[in-house]
């Protein structure tokens, strides 16, 4: 079949690539270090709370307060919402408070009196002792020129530098003397400036408390063990105690959001107890290129859920080869308490053995349960479902102490997750992996459109495409591409476009299958041709080969691959491990059953909770049922309800991530499931049209809009409003979603970043205090998405206003209310 991936089980010629890990190889605690963003974070709440807070990010790195090198994405102003989500560190930018990249060299005295702003902001933060300075970024390049091959030039440079730094290092100690400062911050590794910087810095005593550089081309894969232990030789030759490091930037855009490249990269940080950053490529408030929309993960936000949830011990893992770029790359954790242990591997395709060793009886039993499951590339600006379990398998514990664990038919792009929990009794739930086939664009038959290599090894800063190509150009009347596919039987599919949409409105393109009668195909905005985002839909085919066509609609899309996935039940449905869920407290892990999801149980007691990060993919209702042996509450979106044993709860889920926290009495909870499509039965809808507008605020025609118009034109004035009559059949909490559009931007002509805004409405529902919602850019003005809001209504007419005294609100098509508990 022209242009697939193997099927699930499916295998490939040659042996399979054998991974080893020795659970009695212990690297020291879990880290985390390698989760950290640079610009991850554009405004307080974008990222959505929920989707910051399961990542556990030790560090990222944002621009001083009111820096000019991009309109958003403030120290201090994103704190608010990094540190009340459990992040780690703020490396603060301090030369970013320059407009221009390359930054305008203006000399030290210009930069000084920036620099004294700077820290008596951060200074006065009642967190400024999580914050870190870094004084200057790639000085190799900028301002210093310390890479010059020429030696005289350079020694020249390098003085003029460290005279700089100290100057600079000083300043800051004397307005806060127990400032952490970072550096050099080179863009590449270099021997010869850290030789010299090290050596400088101990002398002058300048040290910096963090040492920082950049690891971004591919080659990094290849190189970084070498440079590390390079580095931590030279500490040793000069007498400088180990200083903590930061990989501040990371990656190219080929790497981000890509399961099976994240992989690599976190892999050999974490082994090396490193902190890294990943590289700010495009547009900030995304954690660069793992987050849809705001709230929403794709797979690179599911590969760092699951290293968020390594605990006890990183274990040594042996890949098939060592520092190698585009290879099989893992890390492994081991937990004796809670008596479990995962791997993280992928980055390439075909067969693999993951061979653990030294598995211990006392810890595991004789016989474990493996649970393997899959997180898939979607694109940067593709959802991405609760990854789907591949395998679950109980598995005698070899003799020599061994378990083997087959993968069969990885994807290159995909991320892999393997837990051993002990075996118990009984047998766990058959995994359900339907059939699925892929096609790439590149091997349809293309009419009117043209071929391009996207992100390759030595095109590492271009775009991540499946296949690394894509079809694009297809501009034309006639433009077309002809998908000839085959599927087993007949029934309903799942059809899955990896697509790109830069034409500035939503787009369509007509599917005709076989010939048949088109059906409009309408895809959302992108940020441009390349940066990739998924549409699903659904086709009715049947057994045998089949044409899919994708033909020019109204404006231009590129395509890059096409999934077909057959539907296997009714709704689609997840089941969330307790034993794998956020804890606090400390209940009891109790694996004397390997029955259902075949992890075992979580016993919760009084003053323990489980978090469950649920994916829904839309705003609407769902049904949620705990396995327990007894009741317990769930409290999600500011409600708390009891779920009783056997019985199913009907809840609002937000489009995306959802944290459901789970408490009992006692109960032994298995798993959190959850079903159902997003229905919208019992909500309420109100129109844009229907709001009471004052101030300016008017109707405009749409016709992109749900009923052909929206509200625009308001905020920026104190009498600038919007007021909906909303009337509740119930009393209780609620979620307001607000159907929006924007495409505010500040650009000042940045070579690489695409510097959109965030807008805000102050949102008051009866006699409440006003609460402040932040609406992330949509990519164009006529491409609306949805940001829910918890509030609370009283039983009849509510009042909720909508306002911006200070600056321009969002556009807002029309709002939805669903009561929590439905």
Same mark, same amino acid.
């Given at each position: 079949?022209?242009?697939?991936?193997?099927?699930?089980?499916?295998?490939?010629?040659?042996?399979?690539?054998?991974?080893?890990?020795?659970?009695?190889?212990?690297?020291?605690?879990?880290?985390?270090?390698?989760?950290?963003?640079?610009?991850?974070?554009?405004?307080?709440?974008?990222?959505?709370?929920?989707?910051?807070?399961?990542?556990?990010?030790?560090?990222?790195?944002?621009?001083?307060?009111?820096?000019?090198?991009?309109?958003?994405?403030?120290?201090?102003?994103?704190?608010?919402?990094?540190?009340?989500?459990?992040?780690?560190?703020?490396?603060?930018?301090?030369?970013?408070?320059?407009?221009?990249?390359?930054?305008?060299?203006?000399?030290?005295?210009?930069?000084?009196?920036?620099?004294?702003?700077?820290?008596?902001?951060?200074?006065?933060?009642?967190?400024?002792?999580?914050?870190?300075?870094?004084?200057?970024?790639?000085?190799?390049?900028?301002?210093?020129?310390?890479?010059?091959?020429?030696?005289?030039?350079?020694?020249?440079?390098?003085?003029?530098?460290?005279?700089?730094?100290?100057?600079?290092?000083?300043?800051?100690?004397?307005?806060?003397?127990?400032?952490?400062?970072?550096?050099?911050?080179?863009?590449?590794?270099?021997?010869?400036?850290?030789?010299?910087?090290?050596?400088?810095?101990?002398?002058?005593?300048?040290?910096?408390?963090?040492?920082?550089?950049?690891?971004?081309?591919?080659?990094?894969?290849?190189?970084?063990?070498?440079?590390?232990?390079?580095?931590?030789?030279?500490?040793?030759?000069?007498?400088?105690?180990?200083?903590?490091?930061?990989?501040?930037?990371?990656?190219?855009?080929?790497?981000?959001?890509?399961?099976?490249?994240?992989?690599?990269?976190?892999?050999?940080?974490?082994?090396?107890?490193?902190?890294?950053?990943?590289?700010?490529?495009?547009?900030?408030?995304?954690?660069?290129?793992?987050?849809?929309?705001?709230?929403?993960?794709?797979?690179?936000?599911?590969?760092?859920?699951?290293?968020?949830?390594?605990?006890?011990?990183?274990?040594?893992?042996?890949?098939?080869?060592?520092?190698?770029?585009?290879?099989?790359?893992?890390?492994?954790?081991?937990?004796?308490?809670?008596?479990?242990?995962?791997?993280?591997?992928?980055?390439?395709?075909?067969?693999?053995?993951?061979?653990?060793?030294?598995?211990?009886?006392?810890?595991?039993?004789?016989?474990?349960?493996?649970?393997?499951?899959?997180?898939?590339?979607?694109?940067?600006?593709?959802?991405?479902?609760?990854?789907?379990?591949?395998?679950?398998?109980?598995?005698?514990?070899?003799?020599?102490?061994?378990?083997?664990?087959?993968?069969?038919?990885?994807?290159?792009?995909?991320?892999?997750?393997?837990?051993?929990?002990?075996?118990?009794?009984?047998?766990?739930?058959?995994?359900?992996?339907?059939?699925?086939?892929?096609?790439?664009?590149?091997?349809?038959?293309?009419?009117?459109?043209?071929?391009?290599?996207?992100?390759?090894?030595?095109?590492?800063?271009?775009?991540?495409?499946?296949?690394?190509?894509?079809?694009?150009?297809?501009?034309?009347?006639?433009?077309?591409?002809?998908?000839?596919?085959?599927?087993?039987?007949?029934?309903?599919?799942?059809?899955?476009?990896?697509?790109?949409?830069?034409?500035?409105?939503?787009?369509?393109?007509?599917?005709?299958?076989?010939?048949?009668?088109?059906?409009?195909?309408?895809?959302?905005?992108?940020?441009?041709?390349?940066?990739?985002?998924?549409?699903?839909?659904?086709?009715?085919?049947?057994?045998?080969?089949?044409?899919?066509?994708?033909?020019?609609?109204?404006?231009?899309?590129?395509?890059?691959?096409?999934?077909?996935?057959?539907?296997?039940?009714?709704?689609?449905?997840?089941?969330?491990?307790?034993?794998?869920?956020?804890?606090?407290?400390?209940?009891?892990?109790?694996?004397?059953? $390997? #029955? @259902?999801?075949?992890? /075992?149980?979580?016993?919760?007691?009084?003053?323990?909770? !489980?978090? *469950?990060? &649920?994916? +829904? %993919?839309?705003?609407?209702?769902?049904?949620?049922?705990?396995?327990?042996?007894?009741?317990?509450?769930?409290?999600?979106?500011?409600?708390?309800?009891?779920?009783?044993?056997?019985?199913?709860?009907?809840?609002?889920?937000?489009?995306?991530?959802?944290?459901?926290?789970?408490?009992?009495?006692?109960?032994?909870?298995?798993?959190?499931?959850?079903?159902?499509?997003?229905?919208?039965?019992?909500?309420?809808?109100?129109?844009?049209?229907?709001?009471?507008?004052?101030?300016?605020?008017?109707?405009?025609?749409?016709?992109?809009? $749900? #009923? @052909?118009?929206?509200? /625009?034109?308001?905020?920026?004035?104190?009498?600038?409003? !919007?007021? *909906?009559? &909303?009337? +509740? %059949?119930?009393?209780?909490?609620?979620?307001?979603?607000?159907?929006?559009?924007?495409?505010?931007?500040?650009?000042?002509?940045?070579?690489?970043?695409?510097?959109?805004?965030?807008?805000?409405?102050?949102?008051?529902?009866?006699?409440?205090?006003?609460?402040?919602?932040?609406?992330?850019?949509?990519?164009?003005?006529?491409?609306?998405?949805?940001?829910?809001?918890?509030?609370?209504?009283?039983?009849?007419?509510?009042?909720?206003?909508?306002?911006?005294?200070?600056?321009?609100?969002?556009?807002?098509?029309?709002?939805?209310?669903?009561?929590?508990?439905?």
């Amino acid at each position: 079949m022209a242009g697939t991936l193997p099927a699930s089980g499916a295998t490939t010629a040659g042996e399979p690539q054998r991974v080893a890990v020795d659970l009695a190889a212990s690297e020291g605690p879990v880290m985390r270090g390698a989760n950290g963003t640079l610009y991850g974070l554009s405004d307080d709440g974008v990222p959505s709370d929920a989707a910051l807070a399961p990542l556990k990010i030790t560090s990222v790195s944002q621009k001083p307060e009111g820096g000019a090198q991009h309109p958003n994405g403030d120290a201090l102003t994103v704190s608010k919402s990094f540190f009340r989500n459990g992040g780690g560190e703020i490396n603060v930018m301090m030369q970013d408070i320059y407009a221009k990249w390359p930054y305008e060299d203006l000399g030290i005295d210009d930069y000084l009196p920036k620099v004294d702003k700077i820290v008596k902001e951060v200074a006065a933060d009642p967190n400024s002792e999580r914050f870190v300075y870094i004084p200057f970024n790639e000085p190799d390049q900028i301002w210093y020129d310390l890479g010059t091959s020429d030696q005289a030039r350079y020694e020249a440079d390098r003085d003029r530098f460290f005279k700089d730094w100290k100057t600079v290092y000083q300043r800051i100690r004397a307005a806060d003397p127990d400032a952490r400062i970072a550096g050099p911050n080179e863009s590449s590794y270099h021997t010869r400036l850290l030789t010299d910087f090290l050596a400088f810095a101990k002398r002058e005593n300048v040290l910096p408390q963090i040492m920082t550089w950049h690891e971004l081309g591919s080659g990094s894969l290849r190189d970084f063990q070498g440079h590390y232990d390079t580095y931590r030789s030279i500490e040793r030759e000069l007498g400088v105690a180990p200083l903590k490091i930061n990989i501040d930037e990371y990656a190219n855009r080929r790497d981000l959001s890509v399961p099976g490249q994240l992989v690599q990269w976190v892999s050999m940080f974490e082994r090396n107890k490193v902190y890294a950053n990943q590289a700010y490529w495009d547009a900030a408030g995304n954690l660069d290129g793992n987050v849809v929309r705001s709230n929403i993960p794709n797979g690179g936000w599911w590969f760092f859920r699951w290293y968020a949830g390594l605990t006890g011990d990183t274990v040594k893992v042996t890949p098939p080869q060592a520092d190698t770029i585009d290879t099989l790359q893992g890390l492994a954790s081991y937990d004796r308490e809670r008596r479990q242990a995962q791997v993280l591997l992928g980055g390439s395709a075909g067969d693999s053995d993951v061979v653990v060793e030294n598995v211990s009886r006392s810890v595991l039993g004789r016989t474990v349960t493996a649970t393997v499951a899959e997180a898939a590339w979607s694109g940067y600006e593709g959802p991405h479902a609760a990854p789907r379990v591949l395998t679950r398998t109980k598995v005698q514990v070899a003799a020599d102490g061994s378990v083997s664990v087959p993968l069969r038919g990885t994807h290159k792009m995909s991320a892999y997750r393997i837990v051993l929990t002990p075996g118990g009794s009984g047998t766990p739930s058959t995994a359900v992996v339907p059939w699925t086939g892929s096609y790439e664009a590149e091997d349809a038959a293309i009419t009117g459109g043209q071929i391009y290599t996207q992100g390759t090894v030595a095109n590492a800063n271009g775009y991540a495409a499946s296949g690394t190509k894509d079809v694009g150009s297809l501009d034309s009347a006639a433009s077309k591409v002809d998908f000839t596919v085959t599927v087993p039987r007949t029934g309903t599919y799942d059809l899955a476009i990896l697509y790109g949409n830069q034409s500035g409105t939503p787009a369509t393109q007509k599917l005709i299958v076989d010939g048949g009668d088109p059906v409009t195909v309408a895809y959302p905005s992108t940020e441009n041709w390349t940066y990739r985002a998924k549409k699903d839909l659904s086709v009715e085919l049947s057994a045998g080969t089949h044409v899919l066509t994708l033909a020019k609609g109204d404006a231009e899309v590129t395509l890059d691959r096409v999934d077909l996935t057959a539907r296997t039940a009714a709704e689609p449905s997840a089941s969330y491990e307790a034993t794998l869920a956020d804890i606090s407290g400390k209940p009891a892990f109790d694996y004397s059953s $390997s #029955a @259902g999801v075949g992890t /075992g149980s979580l016993v919760l007691r009084p003053g323990d909770e !489980a978090v *469950f990060d &649920v994916y +829904a %993919p839309r705003d609407g209702y769902f049904t949620v049922f705990p396995r327990a042996s007894a009741a317990v509450q769930l409290a999600l979106h500011g409600e708390t309800v009891t779920a009783a044993p056997d019985r199913p709860l009907r809840l609002y889920l937000v489009a995306g991530n959802n944290r459901v926290r789970a408490t009992a009495d006692r109960s032994a909870v298995r798993s959190l499931d959850v079903s159902g499509a997003g229905s919208t039965a019992g909500t309420l809808s109100y129109e844009g049209a229907s709001a009471t507008l004052a101030g300016g605020a008017r109707l405009v025609g749409s016709a992109y809009a $749900s #009923a @052909g118009s929206y509200i /625009g034109e308001f905020g920026n004035s104190a009498s600038s409003t !919007a007021e *909906f009559t &909303v009337d +509740a %059949p119930r009393a209780g909490r609620h979620l307001l979603v607000v159907h929006y559009a924007h495409n505010d931007r500040r650009d000042n002509g940045h070579a690489y970043n695409t510097d959109i805004m965030s807008r805000t409405a102050d949102i008051t529902v009866g006699t409440a205090a006003p609460l402040t919602a932040t609406f992330k850019n949509t990519w164009g003005w006529d491409d609306y998405w949805t940001l829910s809001v918890p509030v609370d209504l009283k039983k009849g007419s509510n009042r909720v206003i909508f306002a911006n005294a200070s600056a321009w609100a969002p556009n807002i098509d029309r709002i939805e209310l669903g009561r929590v508990v439905g």
